[in-house]
């Protein structure tokens, strides 16, 4: 059974950092592709950033890119997403979520998750930035 288990979510003042983590299991941690998502009550979920193991892809959102990092344990079959001057815009409740394995390969780099595509997603944690 695959489960992932998300954490590291809080209230922090605009400006400062979290690291989320998602933890991993119930999958081969060395193919596969983990996204975050993010939502806010009564707005659609957006992709924030995702990870191919295949080859290291990444993504970011435009609005992330430069602040969010994600990056990857396999021995700890967890991967991170280091949240720096976060914004109150940041404000939402995150999601990981995975595929194993990832269906394609990144092209130039960049691995992009589909959230439709995503079979397997965990409970969230909420990030709330204060102004």
């Known amino acids: 059974e695959v489960q992932l288990q998300a954490s590291g979510g809080g209230l922090v003042q605009a400006g400062g950092s979290l690291r989320l983590s998602c933890a991993a299991s119930g999958f081969t941690f060395d193919d596969y592709a983990i996204g975050w998502f993010r939502q806010v009550p009564g707005k659609e979920r957006e992709g924030v950033s995702c990870?191919?193991?295949?080859?290291?892809?990444?993504d970011y959102a435009d609005s992330v890119k430069g602040r969010f990092t994600i990056s990857s344990d396999n021995a700890k079959n967890t991967v991170y997403l280091q949240m720096n001057s976060l914004k109150p815009e940041d404000t939402a409740v995150y999601y990981c979520?995975?595929?194993?394995?990832?269906?394609?390969?990144?092209?130039?780099?960049?691995?992009?998750?589909?959230?439709?595509?995503?079979?397997?997603w965990g409970k969230g944690t909420q990030v709330t930035v204060s102004s």
């Open positions: 979520a995975a595929i194993s394995p990832p269906p394609y390969y990144s092209v130039g780099g960049i691995y992009t998750c589909e959230a439709n595509g995503m079979p397997y």
């Open positions: 990870i191919s193991s295949r080859d290291g892809g990444t």
